[in-house]
């Protein structure tokens, strides 16, 4: 797929960009970006993406830098979509266990209880979370922001081994 319009993208920058620095900081993107949900991008990706993309070391991404970071981001939403196979909007234990092994990582059970049981506290402990009912399970879904921070974070431990 390719990339929209330059001229759109520069649109697109220059609103992201509020405080007209002509780069945009992790809490400028954050605001911009959507996980599907009406909660905020997770500040762990977010930081994550900006560190990635950030060839100078300013802590912010220049138009030039958001090219490529808008790439990567539509890239990651396409194979998301992919692995959501009941157009949830979110995925699964088991579709995030389809995607990382189709990604070639084979992981054991343990890991994905030990992974679910992270996001779980994860969501339980954000201020705005729903609480599952008296006896009622909370079935961990992964939305799009942290699918990214998840298989990058792999990737990483993967490359240090």
Known sequence: MSLPD???????????????????????LQAALSNGTWTPFNPETVRMMIGMFD???????????????????????????????????????NELKLALTAFGYRLSDQFFNTLMGYLQFKANSA?????????????????????IFICIKIQVKYVEF
Not at 135 to 146: A, C, V
């Open 6 to 28: 330059r001229n759109f993208l520069m649109q697109l920058f220059r609103k992201v960009d509020r405080d007209g620095s002509g780069s945009i900081n992790a809490h400028e």
């Open 55 to 93: 060839r100078d070391n300013s802590a912010t991404i220049d138009f030039e830098e958001f090219l490529s970071l808008w790439k990567y981001i539509d890239d990651w939403q396409r194979c998301f979509k992919s692995f959501d196979r009941d157009n949830s909007g979110s995925i699964d234990r």
């Open 127 to 147: 201020s705005n979370a729903p609480k599952p009912g008296v006896g009622q399970p909370f079935e961990s879904k992964i939305l799009f922001d942290d699918f």
